[in-house]
């Protein structure tokens, strides 16, 4: 009977992953609702300061309705640069860069706050819808080749679980009586660094997709990849790396029943 419920291995995998991705989504996606009143304080300080009579309500309020949807012109832009990335850069490095434009965006707008310049924070929405987008595709991707085909169901929705979990953390943490307050409000993109940094630790310990790379040149690397997502018990059992896989695959001395297949895009079959 084949088993479609991932393993705990597998989905300790896909909850680390979508750190990166999808929880960034929905914490972007609500942090500026509660916290409305201290951005909009920070916008009046900084861009109305520079006219003699300041800027009506109405103004700023259509200035900051502007700034909130320009994430999005950010993440048009990287769903534009997914393909590129994933094919040319590979979906795990693809992450290191999508990772550290998330890491700068949220510097950015931290720092915005310090040097009272609110164009500073216009641009570090535009890097973090990039970031996000990037993220979301490279991630999808990442978990849909590393799974077995039979549970690939049950590991997107950790996706769409991640997104809520993103949209309940960042209305929590956006509260005016947590840090939506005019000085504390650069608090909650540290909030968001210290979450990224979480994945950017863990994410080395992971190898690459395994539909990443060549198959005629990396057959046995890609391989190796595949069993440490679908077979890890097998796996850990026989060869803890590499180098010790690739000695136990030239002297054939693994049990044939740990390396199912040597298909890289992701059709292996469960061995029960």
Known sequence: MVNRWPSGHMLGVAAVTSLAGSFHFGYQLTMTNPAQDAFLNFLNQTLGARFKDGLSDTTIENIWSFVV?????????????????????????????????GVISCLMAIGSKYVSLFELFIVSRILMGWSVSVNLGLSAIFLSEASPKECRGAIGMVTGTSVQFG??????????QLLGTDTLWPFIYAVEIVIIVVFAVSLPFLPESPGHGKPKA???RLAFNANFYRFPHNLM??????????????????????????????????VE
């Not at 949209?167 to 005016?176: D, E, F, L, Q, R």
């Not at 803890?240 to 002297?251: A, P, Q, S, W």
């Open 218 to 220: 990396e057959e046995q």
């Open 69 to 101: 949807a320009i994430m999005f012109l950010g993440a048009l832009a990287g769903s534009f640069s997914i393909r590129f990335i994933a094919e040319k850069i590979g979906r795990k490095r693809g992450l290191y860069i999508s990772i550290g434009a």
């Open 167 to 176: 949209t309940v953390c960042g209305s929590i943490v956006a509260m005016p």
């Open 237 to 270: 059992r026989q060869c803890n790396d590499y180098g010790t896989f690739c000695e136990l695959e030239k002297t054939k001395k693994c049990e044939s029943s740990a390396w199912p297949c040597r298909d890289p895009i992701g059709s292996f079959d469960v």
